[in-house]
Every structure is written in C-alpha cells, then in structure tokens.
C-alpha cells in the first residue's frame, strides 16, 4: 500500500508540475473539477446526464486548458523539452488526447447516421431519447478510454502503474480542486504563470 501511494503521489507532482503552469489551464481544471464532482452524483441517478455534463464541460474546459494555454515550448522550471514531457507521459499525451477527442466528436454523428448503431440498440424516436443514447455512448467511450490505458500501462510497464494512473484520473477532481481553488484569484491580480516556486526548490 505504501508503494502504491508513493508512485500515486510521483504521478500526480509530475502531472502538476509538468502539465499545469498557466493559472487560465489551472482556473479551468478547477471549474472540470467541480462539474466532474457534480457528474459523479449524477451518475448514481442518471448516467447518460452524468456522462453529458463530464463530456460537454468537465472534459472539453480540462483540455481546453491544455490545448490552448498551457505553454508547450522548453519548460525552464523543470528543464525539460516538450518533447520530452509528451515522451514520458504516463496517461494520455497530446497526441492520445486528439483521438480520444475526435472519437468523442464522432459518437453523436454515428448515433445520427445510425440511430440503432446497425440493430445494436433501440434507435431514438426523439431529440431527448437521442441525447440519452449519446450520454450513454460517451460513459462507455469513458471507461472504455480509463481501462484501455490501465491495461496498455500494465503491459508497458506494470499493473502497479495502470492501476495507480487509474486510481489517479478517477480522484483527480477532488484533487483538483483542492490545489487549484485559488487560481482564478491568481489571475484576477494579474498572474498569467504559476512562478511554481515550489517545484523549483524540490529540484
């Protein structure tokens, strides 16, 4: 058990100190944070919603953040490459996460073209029945995306690292939330960057 949360605590400082400079990326991991929490209640009551609302805000303001503002140059804090960083990511890098996106993208048009998915399921006969069926699809791109790179991680490198990166992203809003609560504060004075004075004493 200590291990397994010595290589939880490893993922999560990396994840943070390499992925998480700007305090506009860090701003909307907070807000991804609080609608996931929100998504996992839903869950319980109503999965296809609870899938809508992680997909439709949680996921597109998370990787938002990183697409569009997290700087992707030579990262001096930790004086690395971006190469560098994508090459030794441990969950999905920019590369995965634009095929997740796109498969994402595509399920609401597939349900469109195909409504039963070629006699999978019962077609929709309404825009509400519609999105249910899209919610549902995106829960199942979900977890299918969590434990298809638990399993790749487990034969890349050991089930210990699949599992922790599971336990990882499955926790990272409550995470989140805690270490991120007062980013927009930091950037309504001004604070483009986290000076991430903390990571440069730990190097």
């Given at each position: 058990m200590n291990r397994f949360l010595e290589e939880l605590?490893?993922?999560?400082w990396d994840d943070h100190r390499f992925y998480h400079h700007c305090r506009i990326n860090q701003s909307l991991h907070l807000i991804s944070a609080l609608s996931f929490i929100v998504a996992y209640?839903?869950?319980?009551?109503?999965?296809?919603w609870s899938a809508l609302l992680a997909w439709c805000v949680s996921m597109t303001t998370r990787q938002a953040g990183h697409f569009f503002f997290e700087p992707r140059g030579y990262d001096t804090v930790n004086q690395v490459t971006d190469e560098y960083k994508e090459e030794v990511k441990v969950g999905y890098n920019i590369r995965r996460k634009i095929v997740l996106m796109g498969a994402w993208a595509a399920m609401p048009l597939a349900l469109a073209i195909a409504p039963s998915?070629?006699?999978?399921?019962?077609?929709?006969?309404?825009?509400?029945?519609?999105?249910?069926?899209?919610?549902?699809?995106?829960?199942a791109l979900g977890v299918a995306g969590?434990?298809?790179?638990?399993?790749?991680?487990?034969l890349q490198q050991s089930l210990m690292t699949?599992?922790?990166w599971g336990t990882k992203i499955?926790?990272?809003p409550f995470h989140d939330a805690m270490l991120?609560?007062?980013?927009?504060l930091a950037l309504l004075r001004g604070e483009r960057y986290d000076p991430m004075l903390?990571?440069?004493q730990h190097r």
């Open positions: 605590r490893v993922q999560r209640g839903l869950l319980f009551v109503e999965p296809a998915l070629g006699g999978f399921i019962e077609p929709a006969s309404s825009f509400p029945e519609y999105l249910h069926d899209v919610g549902l699809s995106w829960l969590l434990v298809f790179r638990v399993v790749q991680l487990w699949g599992l922790v499955i926790t990272d991120y609560h007062k980013a927009p903390h990571v440069q």
